[in-house]
């Protein structure tokens, strides 16, 4: 065998083939580098220059991790440890990931691929890294005390196993699970078909991100683990909106979007203008005889959810999580409803001993888009996003899907806000509004109203925008 000294010492002798071979055998015997990135943009597709060859996935405000070949096995580098993430431009959190990110790196490799994985672990506890849905050898499953020891702080252990079948996956923690998904450790996986697959349909764009939540106090910096269900910020790859950037289709593309749920709840994502797809859940491609279209698929805690659509409708989609507060961003829960009540002697009272106090949510919650509160250094707005009519009074897990008939193919640049066509935006009715007609019969015949009522209760509102008083 060729040691490093032997091979300098005898390098004259030689030849230029035999040497090249012969270094690389050396330098393969270490570690591949880790990959280290930092910047939260979207990084274009990875196209393989070495395997086999397959389409990449663009992974939403993420990346995917280069590899190396080493004797026909593709090997990764992995390093769990703290890092920042940028959720929204104003707003950084600290976190715990992968190479520089919360999520990690997007791991793609291809059917019938031997992939070898280095895990170091940087973070001040034990780790493992769980391939979440893949068939392996037990113990490369990556649970911590069940199938393995837990990775100790500083160390590198190595996962190998061969990717048996094509389909969407995640990688996450083992390990203290509840503080470390809390504290953004997880990623995305995807095998892709090593052959034309019947179940597996050509696309010219295919978007993976996962679903996060977190516990961050406004102001301040690092999630709360021990949060269990109530989270105040709701992203797609820990991005939240206006910091998620926009699905940018050419219009005709067929379009897959892959999410997984790393989050504690379900999520119903929504897409607008089209229908899709479910073609692919956890275990796989799903049968083409299952499959319906649909505009909502919810996406349970734990699980993978693949969807394709022919993008034939030009515009700017919305695209997000029908759960109205996840499209929400950091405020307080305990918020009372405060629509149509008058506080504006309450106010002018509080106002004498606070004087920045602010009434709240008197007509609805959108002058949230608009309010000048001082915000703490370091919070994301509740709602925000500027769109081109004005605010959008989203945040959280929204996102916008551009179909464009003039974008060029497998270019990701943002073409900025759609031009409608004249005549194709709603607009405002300017007649005559004849009065409603009311049924004056109350309750009609199938509820009347009880006989035995006592002294009918009366609440006192006040107009939203009058500020007139009525009953
Ligand atoms: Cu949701």
């Known amino acids: 065998m060729l040691s490093r000294r032997k091979l300098i010492g005898g390098a004259g002798a030689i030849t230029a083939t035999a040497s090249a071979a012969a270094v690389s055998k050396v330098a393969m015997a270490a570690l591949p580098e880790p990959v280290i ?4 943009d ?21 990346w995917t991790l280069p590899w190396r ?3 026909g096995v593709k090997e990764f580098h992995l390093v769990a440890e703290a890092v920042v993430r940028e959720m929204t431009p104003g707003f950084n959190a600290h976190l715990w990931g992968y190479n ?8 793609e490799v291809v059917e019938g691929d031997r992939v070898r994985i280095f895990v170091t672990n940087k973070l001040p506890e034990l780790h493992s890294v769980h391939w979440h849905g893949q068939r392996l050898p037990n113990g ?16 590198t252990f190595v996962y190998e196993f061969v990717a048996r079948r094509p389909g969407t996956f995640m990688y996450h923690p083992h390990a203290d699970e509840m503080a470390q998904l809390a504290m953004g450790l997880m990623g995305f996986w995807v095998t892709h078909p090593r052959a034309k697959h019947p179940l597996i349909d050509e696309v010219q764009r295919d978007f993976v991100f996962l679903l996060a939540a977190y516990d961050i106090d406004p102001g301040s910096y690092t999630p709360k683990i021990m949060t269990m269900l109530d989270f105040n910020l709701w992203s797609f790859n820990s991005r939240i909106f206006p910091g998620i950037d926009p699905l940018v289709v050419r219009k005709n593309d067929r379009v897959r979007i892959r999410v997984g749920n790393l989050t504690m709840t379900n999520h119903p994502i929504h897409l607008h203008g089209h229908e899709f797809q479910l073609t692919g859940t956890d275990g796989g491609p799903t049968p083409k005889s299952t499959r ?8 349970g805690v734990g699980q993978m959810r693949q969807i394709e659509f022919l ?3 030009e515009g700017d989609w919305a695209f997000h999580c029908h759960k109205a507060h996840h499209t929400m961003n950091a405020m307080g829960h305990d918020v009372p409803t405060m629509i149509g009540v008058d506080h504006s002697g309450v106010a002018r009272q ?5 004087p920045d106090y602010m009434v709240m949510g008197e007509r609805g919650m959108h002058d949230m888009t608009e309010m000048e509160m001082p915000l703490p250094d370091n919070t994301a707005p509740m709602m925000a996003g500027e769109g081109p009519f004005g605010a959008v009074g989203m945040g959280g897990m929204f996102s916008v899907v551009k179909v464009r008939r003039d974008q060029p193919p497998g270019d990701y640049r943002d073409p900025g806000w759609f031009k409608h066509p004249p005549g194709t935006v709603a607009y405002e009715w300017t007649g005559a509004l004849p009065q409603p007609a009311r049924s004056s019969a109350s309750g009609g015949t199938s509820m009347p109203p009880l006989r035995a009522a006592t002294t009918p209760s009366e609440v006192k509102v006040r107009k939203p925008a009058g500020g007139h008083t009525g009953h």
Request: hydrophobic share 25%; no cysteine.
């Open 37 to 40: 990135q930092t910047t939260p």
């Open 42 to 62: 979207t990084a274009p597709p990875l196209h393989p220059g070495t395997g086999r060859p397959y389409n990449p996935v663009v992974t939403l405000n993420g």
């Open 69 to 71: 070949m080493n004797g």
């Open 100 to 107: 520089g990110q919360s999520p990690g790196p997007t791991i």
């Open 140 to 155: 490369m499953d990556g649970v911590t005390g069940l199938t393995q020891p837990g990775i100790p702080p500083g160390k």
């Open 292 to 299: 319906r279209y649909e505009v909502t698929t919810d996406i």
């Open 311 to 313: 993008a034939d409708e």
């Open 350 to 354: 509080i106002t004498q001993l606070i």
